[in-house]
């Protein structure tokens, strides 16, 4: 065994060769003589399938201030949130720089450890990589700039290049960005939110969603109080901060006029899902994005839905007022090639092509009569499942009874649930591919109960539609009281065009930053049901266009596809496809002060009991018939 002197010395050596090796590794790290040159970062450039360029975003949005115009108690609330001994450490933390690089070493997340000198010294001279080498360059660099630098020389640097979100780098942006005004007028507490985001703006920026939100008004909440607890901020003054400082909505990028706005929109939200691209580096520019999206396509869907729509007279009849209208057309490989998002993104926001509120009418029945044929039904419970084909016959008669495998179903109110036709028609006895083509409701609500209104559920998710677009599943469900969105239906209907196969929709083919690729996921294509059950509801569809509810598309060709009304006539669709693309278009109109739906009764001067509206199928024939068959 060695002796306690042998230890003692061994140790010292170690500790002394540890010593140098860190004082020559702070002699040789350089303070970097240029800040990053965020003036030269680039614009994002959108392109459409074909190479030609679509759009141009998100140059760098940075302007400095000088720190004397930022309120005190704005600046201790980054302060309080980030680093609150700042004035008085030495430009790095030891005990988070051991958290930090034990964490690097064990494999696990490098974030965290970073002084507000540090986070400075990454934003300013380093980059945003998470990696042993470029944290010890960060801690010297850091410790020599506290030397070189007053400390409101680092607060002023730092609030000039952290990111805000929002495309923003610096406070002075953010402030525009989120309050419309001049940093020097912020108060405490929305300096508090600014300061929140600093944390990630990703997460904390309210307009993404409730549960940013929930989030920022927790930390909201928390900064508050910690500036109190250290004695920057008046108990007295804290408590008037009662109401979160709501930011405003995000400005709509210029430039993104029409339908463009849209597919910039939807091509973002797929980088930011599919790629390892974060919104941070993302906003910083660069990036060139292939979109999915064909141009020929676009502009003859844009032209059928506003030569259709231009059949309404809103100006003269109530029933033409608040009509929305959303389209997509996705091929079987999943990609999106053409949307229409609404009457302009400039004039609204908000993309109706993926928009999940309105109901999918009877155009959601062959994903009921799918799951009937792959799962078969069952009449009594305890007993095996019975199979069915298209040529099953059931009761097409008006106001049938609806029964479960216990017996009649009954409602709340203890009445019998009845199934309704349209128009109060009896059909007598229909087989089930009939009932599919000709719309007839009461066959189909039975079937739903037969089948189970769960498996008929995940039949329709299988086919592609997302499980929280499927609402609670009560009777009416299989007459469409699923809310998909225009891409969700295009890409269902195109896994019967595939003879069961399915792709999920995608709008990014390539994603670049200056000439390098970037990896981007895209979906590969899965059975998700069975060729037999995907080919006997393509002849349903078929049948439908031959002599059933959809005889109007027999003028775009060889075509299937299904009409789909709502429950008291408040949404209209149609869905159907040639070849391998496939196309969804919605109408509905929505009150723009409840948001809620209203009946599209006397919509375009029809009789008022006229059930649903032509409008969609009439837009999906005219597009079909523009453009090239695939």
Known sequence: MPSWRQVAGLCSSVVGAVAVLVAIMYARTDIPADLNAFATQQDNVYYWADGTEMARTG??????????????????AALAAENETFYSDSGVSPSGMVRAVSKMVTGGSTQGGSTITQQYVKNAYLNQEQTFTRKLTEMFIAIKLDNKMSKDDILEGYLNTSWFGRGTYGIQRASHAYYGKDVSQLNASEGAFLASLLKGAGLYDPSLGPKNHERAVERWNWILDRMVAIGKLPKEERA??????????????????????????????????????????????????????????????????EEVKGRLDPGKR????????????????????????????????????????????????????????????????????????????????????????????????????????????????????EAVAQSVNTPMMQLGMDVGLDRAGRAAVDAGLLESSLGTKLPAFSLGTATPSAIRMAGAYGTFAARGLHSEPYSVDRLSR?????????????????????????????????????????????????????????????????????????????????????????????????????????????????????
């Open 318 to 433: 109530d029933a033409d007022k608040d009509v929305r209208i959303g389209a997509a057309s996705v091929t079987t490989d999943g990609r999106i090639v053409a949307l229409y998002g609404g009457p302009g993104y400039l004039q609204q926001g908000f993309n109706d092509a993926n928009s999940s509120v309105v109901p999918a009418g009877t155009a959601f029945t062959p994903f009921v009569y799918a799951a009937a044929l792959r799962d078969g039904v069952q009449l009594e419970r305890g007993k095996p499942r019975t199979p069915v084909s298209p040529a099953t016959v059931y009761n097409g008669d008006n106001k049938v009874s609806l029964r479960t495998p216990e017996g009649p179903y009954w409602d709340r109110s203890g009445k019998i649930v009845k199934a309704v036709n349209d128009g109060g028609k009896s059909w007598g006895k229909v087989t089930l591919k």
């Open 59 to 76: 140059e760098v949005n940075r302007q400095d201030t000088d720190l004397d115009k930022v309120p005190e108690k704005v600046r201790w």
């Open 514 to 630: 200056n000439g390098n690729e970037v990896p981007v996921e895209k979906p590969k294509a899965e059975r998700t049901l069975p060729q037999t059950v995907a080919t006997a509801v393509d002849d349903a569809l078929r049948e439908a266009v031959r002599r059933g509810t959809a005889t109007t598309a027999k003028a775009a060709g060889d075509v299937a596809g299904k009409t789909g009304t709502g429950q008291g006539n408040k949404s209209a669709w149609f869905a159907g496809y040639r070849g391998k693309v496939s196309t969804a278009v919605s109408l509905s109109r929505i009150d723009p002060k409840t948001q809620e739906l209203l009946p599209l009764d006397g919509l375009g001067g029809a009789p008022k009991d006229a059930a649903g509206s032509t409008y969609p199928i009439d837009i999906w024939t005219k597009y079909m018939t523009a453009v090239k068959q695939k």
């Open 240 to 305: 008037r901060y009662t109401t979160f400082p709501e930011p405003k909505a995000p400005p709509k990028p210029a430039g993104l006029t029409g339908q463009t706005g849209y597919l910039v929109e939807t091509a973002r939200q797929y980088v930011s899902a599919h790629t390892p691209v974060t919104e941070k580096d993302f906003d910083l520019g660069g990036y060139q994005i292939r979109t999915t999206f064909e141009k020929p396509s676009m502009a003859a869907l844009t032209k059928a839905a």
